[in-house]
């Protein structure tokens, strides 16, 4: 048997913690994951539904900054319905601007 000493100084331990951590994350933030290496992939946004508005606001935005054009452009590369994104955000008090590209 490994003393429990010797798993946390060989990192084995922490690796394990992060691992779960990092799994839950994933889970929880709707985000893939890349099974040859464990990399997190494209973001996985059909179950915006059950996310919290206030953390799927930072994800949206992340996405709009970094990948899309428009809302329109996300939508569609997400497979998406528009009415539903914009009124579960507005439903949170967040209004998409196009000016910004972000939801505010």
């Known amino acids: 048997m490994i003393e429990p000493r010797r798993l946390l100084s060989d990192g ?3 690796g394990i913690r992060r691992y779960r ?3 839950k994350a994933t889970q929880y933030f709707g985000l893939s994951r890349d ?3 464990g ?3 494209a973001m996985d946004l059909s179950n915006f539904l059950k996310m919290d508005p206030h ?3 930072g994800l949206l935005n ?3 900054r970094n990948h899309c054009d428009s809302l329109t452009e996300l939508v569609k590369t ?3 319905d528009p009415e539903l994104v914009i009124g579960k955000m507005a439903a949170a008090g967040y209004v998409y601007q196009p000016e910004q590209n972000q939801f505010r």
Do not use: A, D, N, S
């Open 55 to 57: 953390l799927l606001v």
């Open 78 to 80: 997400h497979h998406l």
């Open 21 to 23: 951590c990092k799994r």
């Open 39 to 41: 990399r997190l992939r």
């Open 62 to 64: 992340t996405e709009l």
């Open 35 to 37: 099974h040859g290496y």
């Open 12 to 14: 084995i331990l922490h």
